[in-house]
């Protein structure tokens, strides 16, 4: 079996949730139990750290594989989805999986594969540990695909549970409140087990406080505050109560707070945990999280002239962010490339985007994608304005053709619309 037949089978013989979104969901831990018991519960060979959360969890868990590689630890990274290749969802050390281990896996387990018949995510997940129990990690950053309590990834019982924060995402699996989508992300909190959140209001921390008090788990609050300086070489020099002169790889306003959840995370893993993250290691792994782990798509600039950025922001409080930071950006004209999911509710996303932009409406080339001409419909009647596209390059082209040089254009609304354009 090669690299590519593999992936094949995969996608054609279990179900997806970022292509078909619902009907792949398979909440709960009964499968996740049989194939690890199977590979011989790879999971517990290493430590782990657990990250959940509404947004920032990818910022959060890559900044926080790249402190541990810079402090020493040989460190297993497992996020989703990918944007451009399956394999950067497992990383050892920032690099991805090899090619022929993938294969390899999905040939030796296919009769446990077709017996089970998990989904895609679930297999992926055992996939990681395996890996990561054979290259003898010395601990992984694990993070949620959706939700907490009823996710695959909570088979692990972690040294250390992060959530970044708590907003509407998802809510026909996890709630329509905050204080039921927090619920389910609090099931990430296991017993004994130090858990930090990065944001919180009142409602979501009454449910935090009392399921630590449940589990005899301490909890910790991000408490300091980065502030903004300059740009240096592309990248935001900030200070904060504790530091002086942090600069952070990867930018955006929303970066400042992932990073307050990290710097927390840390101090927890040192004074709690028994880690050995030195003060070095934790600012180099913040200005380096790039280079380390590979990451791509939060506020990435691609070129100049006209500036291109391009940003995995997707639901309404991730919109949001977007939509302030676009406020702040200097230039003639604004163009946005803007696709998005069909079981997404996106009239508030709508409603917060910029009016005064023209708009290029497209849909990756995946089966849940919104159809561009549905997505204008929708978007016209929130006063936004532009025309449709049937891909993302076909929009990008057009976007590129008509933008001068001192106009800007931004890409975004999904992440396989990101995906795509990093892709070409």
Avoid at 195 to 211: A, H, M, P, S
């Amino acid at each position: 079996m090669t690299y590519k037949s593999a992936l094949n089978y995969l996608y054609a013989q279990l179900p997806a949730f970022h292509n078909i979104g619902a009907g792949a969901y398979k909440p709960g831990l009964e499968n996740t139990v049989k194939i690890l018991n199977s590979l011989n519960n790879p999971q517990n060979a290493f430590k782990t750290i657990h990250v959940a959360g509404t947004n920032g969890k990818g910022s959060v868990s890559h900044a926080l594989s790249a402190i541990l590689q810079m402090a020493g630890y040989r460190t297993g990274l497992y996020t989703s989805p990918h944007l451009v290749e399956f394999g950067e969802r497992i990383r050892v050390d920032g690099k991805i999986i090899k090619k022929q281990y993938v294969a390899d896996f999905v040939e030796q387990n296919q009769s446990v594969i077709e017996q089970i018949q998990p989904s895609f995510f679930e297999i992926t997940m055992a996939m990681a540990f395996r890996y990561f129990a054979d290259n003898k990690v010395d601990v992984a950053v694990i993070e949620t695909g959706l939700g907490g309590r009823l996710d695959s990834t909570n088979i692990i019982n972690p040294e250390l549970s992060v959530i970044t924060n708590i907003s509407y995402d998802h809510t026909q699996f996890l709630g329509d409140t905050l204080e039921k989508i927090a619920f389910e992300k609090a099931g990430i909190i296991k017993k004994n087990v130090p858990v930090v959140i990065g944001e919180w209001q009142k409602e979501t921390f009454e449910v935090f406080e009392q399921k630590a008090q449940e589990s005899g788990s301490p909890l910790f609050l991000a408490d300091d505050e980065l502030q903004f300086v300059k740009y240096v070489d592309g990248k935001m020099l900030c200070n904060s109560k504790k530091y002086d002169n942090i600069l952070l790889g990867l930018t955006g306003n929303y970066q400042l707070l992932n990073t307050a959840t990290v710097l927390k995370a840390v101090e927890v893993l040192n004074s709690r945990v028994g880690f050995k993250i030195p003060e070095k290691a934790l600012l180099a792994g913040i200005e380096n999280v790039v280079e380390l782990t590979g990451l791509r798509g939060r506020w990435e600039k691609i070129s100049e002239n006209p500036a291109v950025v391009v940003d995995t922001g997707h639901n309404a409080a991730g919109i949001a962010f977007v939509a302030n930071q676009l406020k702040q950006q200097k230039y003639k004209c604004l163009h946005i490339i803007f696709g998005v999911v069909n079981d997404k509710d996106i009239t508030h996303i709508l409603e917060l985007l910029p009016k005064d932009a023209e708009y290029y409406f497209t849909q990756a080339n995946i089966s849940r994608a919104l159809p561009a001409t549905e997505l204008k419909r929708q978007a016209a009647a929130k006063g936004l304005t532009g025309n449709s596209y049937n891909s993302v390059s076909e929009a990008f082209a057009a976007a590129e053709n008509k933008a001068g040089e001192e106009d800007f254009i931004f890409v975004g609304g999904s992440n396989f619309v990101v995906g795509e354009f990093l892709a070409f």
